[in-house]
């Protein structure tokens, strides 16, 4: 059987699925639309763009895994193929459309190429996920009191003590982490 019908079409970062927090491990939850790079090294752009679909049928199921065997949900990915270009010729004065086929990566290739990523699993053990969390929520918090000019209202005052103390509680480091803080670069390994 083709890999066409057993696979569907291309969803790199669970485009169809709901997104990248298949990637994230559920750091920023379903209704988080951010996409953050710098979480996020090797990223295609345009997934970061917001074209999260591909029109290229999948050829492979894989999930990203890190050494530590934490693992993302199965995607299925399209690999190379042939894609129309077109450019300009001059034919006897006059420029002619000419239409060529190249063969091109697959995202297969492309994020299995770039995979400087990191498991953030690995990054942020333990309670820093949470953390994290709630750091990003008290921030956003805290723009909106700038924003609306209240940024010397007590409110703003009790939040920028709230980030405060997180951002310590980040720096205590493996102490506070519940575990061995470790830049864990992540692979595509295949699923069957
Ligand atoms: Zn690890
Ligand atoms: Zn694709
Ligand atoms: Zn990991």
Same mark, same amino acid.
């Given at each position: 059987?083709? #890999?066409?019908?057993?696979?569907?079409?291309? &969803?790199?970062?669970?485009?169809?699925? @709901? @997104?990248?927090?298949?990637?994230?491990? @559920?750091?920023?939850?379903?209704?988080? #639309?951010?996409?953050? /790079?710098?979480?996020?090294? @090797? *990223?295609?752009?345009?997934?970061?763009?917001?074209?999260?679909?591909?029109?290229?049928?999948?050829?492979?199921?894989?999930?990203?895994?890190?050494?530590?065997?934490?693992?993302?949900?199965?995607?299925?990915?399209?690999?190379?193929?042939?894609? $129309? =270009?077109?450019?300009?010729?001059?034919?006897?004065?006059?420029?002619?459309?000419? !239409?060529?086929? $190249?063969?091109?990566?697959? %995202?297969?290739?492309?994020?299995? #190429?770039? =995979?400087?990523?990191?498991?953030? !699993?690995?990054?942020?053990?333990?309670?820093?996920?949470? /953390?994290?969390?709630?750091? +990003?929520?008290?921030?956003?918090? *805290?723009?909106? *009191? &700038?924003?609306?000019?209240?940024? %010397?209202?007590?409110? #703003?005052? +009790?939040?920028?003590?709230?980030?405060?103390?997180?951002?310590?509680?980040?720096?205590?480091? =493996?102490?506070?982490?519940?575990?061995?803080?470790?830049?864990?670069?992540?692979?595509?390994?295949?699923?069957?």
């Amino acid at each position: 059987m083709p #890999a066409t019908l057993l696979y569907g079409r291309c &969803n790199p970062y669970g485009a169809e699925t @709901g @997104g990248p927090r298949h990637v994230m491990g @559920g750091l920023h939850g379903p209704d988080s #639309a951010r996409v953050d /790079t710098a979480d996020m090294p @090797g *990223l295609p752009e345009a997934v970061v763009q917001g074209e999260w679909t591909c029109p290229q049928p999948a050829e492979v199921r894989v999930r990203m895994t890190c050494r530590c065997g934490h693992q993302g949900d199965p995607m299925a990915l399209c690999s190379w193929h042939d894609e $129309v =270009q077109w450019h300009g010729e001059m034919v006897a004065g006059t420029v002619r459309r000419v !239409r060529t086929l $190249v063969r091109v990566m697959g %995202h297969y290739e492309m994020i299995g #190429a770039r =995979q400087s990523g990191a498991c953030i !699993r690995c990054l942020y053990p333990g309670q820093y996920a949470e /953390t994290y969390k709630a750091l +990003f929520r008290h921030q956003q918090e *805290l723009a909106l *009191l &700038n924003d609306t000019g209240q940024w %010397h209202s007590p409110r #703003a005052a +009790f939040k920028r003590q709230v980030i405060e103390d997180l951002v310590r509680s980040f720096d205590l480091g =493996q102490e506070s982490a519940g575990g061995p803080i470790h830049r864990c670069p992540m692979t595509l390994v295949p699923v069957s």
